[in-house]
């Protein structure tokens, strides 16, 4: 009964990060992962149906965003094309190389998300020691990985992959010391599942390519290891044990997740985004004869006044509203917040591909599918929760055998198509 209610609730929690993931393609970089992380948060808080939940939902959107969005300094454009190459060991590097990077990810959203819930009165996360930590660990390893070893990943790209390792393993010492365990088990399968979906989701994207059929099969990959990452996340936070805290949130501790989520995380998306000059060759590839510079104005503007706009109703609502020293956030309210906030992201990714105008951008309209089905089921599930601790061991072996199936799909994706555009190979 249990896995019943728990596989089609930790589906919905997928299906969110998912779409907020594919959606994160048209920006990139660490703030369009980190709007896209917050989703992954939202959405096991809104199945979880907790009071206790609601009253931080705020807080546990930020730590994934920060996890999530921290990730994405890492470089993997030249590993995906290790993974578009015709010999084995490239290929397989290719797809071992992006296993990690997507891991990289989950861990620290998961992890940071899980840290973030077993954050109570009686075992307060000490988060200034925290950041700290994994600052240094992150400056530490990349000196000692890239600077003095030279193991270089992706060159001549970044190699802020081994920051993310530095201060992922930072991460889990912290958790250790703190007994953080259901936190360790968050951080664990969601690794798992962003690892395994941005390789399969490459493997995907190169099968797709070899179909010939007409789709943004970049954007399959980007889904894909959303859909994992949020299907990992989402497992491990159900399956584990947390406490209960307090089911009132002091007001003034509102102002701030609320300021960085609604506020400063989109506009560093609408400043490095919505540049002209990407606006003006957009319109003009498939509107030669529109006037894209007076269009890239209107979107422009219309995309900052969307900021502005939704982010004082929401502060309005949720913070200079209510008047009284304490806040009581109910499902309502976290549910209207997390569509209404989706919503927003979905219209940003419209505008920015001018999909508004042209047909030429199918999966831009599947967001919107996508977000009507999670609006529909996510209030109709409530997975149960279970406490199955930590088993380093089946884990171990479920890593060989993610291991063995990466190489499986690799000996088909090569055997399946010749040279192709954007292959790369890291060894001859």
């Given amino acids: 009964m249990k896995n019943q209610?728990?596989?089609p609730g930790i589906f919905i929690a997928a299906m969110s990060l998912a779409t907020a993931w594919a959606i994160r393609g048209q920006f990139g970089h660490e703030q369009g992962a980190a709007w896209a992380g917050s989703f992954g948060a939202i959405s096991i808080v809104l199945l979880a149906k907790r009071q206790d939940?609601?009253?931080?939902?705020?807080?546990?959107?930020?730590?994934?965003?920060?996890?999530?969005?921290?990730?994405?300094?890492?470089?993997?454009?030249?590993?995906?094309?290790y993974g578009r190459s015709t010999e084995f060991?490239?290929?397989?590097?290719?797809?071992?190389?992006?296993?990690?990077?997507?891991?990289?990810?989950?861990?620290?959203?998961?992890?940071?998300f899980g840290i973030a819930l077993g954050d109570s009165n009686e075992k307060p996360v000490k988060w200034y020691n925290l950041i700290v930590e994994m600052t240094i660990g992150g400056i530490i390893f990349y000196y000692l990985l890239v600077e003095e070893f030279g193991w270089l990943m992706t060159p001549?790209?970044?190699?802020?992959?081994?920051?993310?390792?530095?201060?992922?393993?930072?991460?889990?010492?912290?958790m250790i010391r703190q007994k953080q365990y259901s936190a360790i088990r968050v951080a664990i399968f969601a690794g798992f599942g962003a690892g395994f979906g941005f390789a399969f989701g490459n493997f995907l994207q190169i099968m797709g390519h070899v179909s010939e059929i007409k789709f943004n099969f970049w954007n399959v990959m980007e889904y894909s290891i959303g859909f994992f990452g949020g299907l990992g996340?989402?497992?491990?936070?159900?399956?584990?044990?947390?406490?209960?805290?307090?089911?009132?949130?002091?007001?003034?501790?509102?102002?701030?997740?609320?300021?960085?989520?609604?506020?400063?995380?989109?506009?560093?998306?609408?400043?490095?985004?919505?540049?002209?000059?990407?606006?003006?060759e957009t319109i003009q590839s498939f509107a030669p004869l529109?006037?894209?510079?007076?269009?890239?104005?209107?979107?422009?503007?219309?995309?900052?006044?969307?900021?502005?706009?939704?982010?004082?109703?929401?502060?309005?609502?949720?913070?200079f509203k209510n008047k009284e020293n304490t806040i009581?956030?109910?499902?309502?309210?976290?549910?209207?917040?997390?569509?209404?906030?989706?919503?927003?992201?979905?219209?940003?990714?419209?505008?920015?591909?001018?999909?508004?105008?042209?047909?030429?951008?199918?999966?831009?309209?599947?967001?919107?599918?996508?977000?009507?089905i999670i609006g529909f089921f996510i209030g109709k599930f409530q997975p149960g929760f279970t406490n199955r601790g930590l088993n380093f061991s089946r884990w171990a072996i479920?890593?060989?055998?993610?291991?063995?199936?990466?190489?499986?799909?690799?000996v088909v994706a090569i055997s399946s198509h010749g040279e192709l555009k954007g292959a790369h190979n890291r060894f001859e």
């Fill in 53 to 81: 939940w609601y009253a931080k939902i705020f807080q546990l959107a930020l730590a994934s965003a920060a996890g999530w969005g921290v990730a994405g300094m890492a470089s993997y454009g030249l590993v995906v094309g």
């Fill in 89 to 112: 060991g490239n290929a397989y590097y290719g797809l071992l190389m992006l296993f990690i990077i997507g891991g990289l990810f989950g861990l620290l959203g998961g992890g940071l």
């Fill in 398 to 410: 479920n890593f060989i055998f993610l291991l063995a199936f990466i190489a499986l799909i690799v």
């Fill in 328 to 372: 009581t956030i109910g499902y309502q309210e976290a549910n209207r917040f997390f569509l209404g906030h989706l919503g927003l992201y979905t219209i940003y990714s419209i505008l920015i591909t001018c999909a508004f105008m042209s047909l030429y951008r199918i999966e831009q309209y599947l967001y919107i599918i996508n977000v009507l």
């Fill in 156 to 174: 001549p790209r970044g190699e802020y992959w081994a920051t993310c390792l530095g201060m992922t393993i930072a991460m889990f010492w912290y």
């Fill in 233 to 280: 996340m989402a497992y491990g936070t159900f399956t584990s044990e947390w406490p209960v805290t307090e089911i009132k949130t002091k007001r003034n501790k509102l102002i701030a997740p609320l300021l960085i989520l609604t506020l400063i995380i989109p506009f560093f998306v609408w400043d490095q985004s919505f540049e002209t000059k990407r606006l003006v």
């Fill in 5 to 7: 209610k728990l596989l």
């Fill in 290 to 319: 529109a006037d894209a510079t007076g269009i890239t104005k209107s979107v422009q503007w219309v995309a900052l006044l969307l900021i502005i706009i939704t982010s004082g109703y929401w502060l309005y609502i949720l913070y």
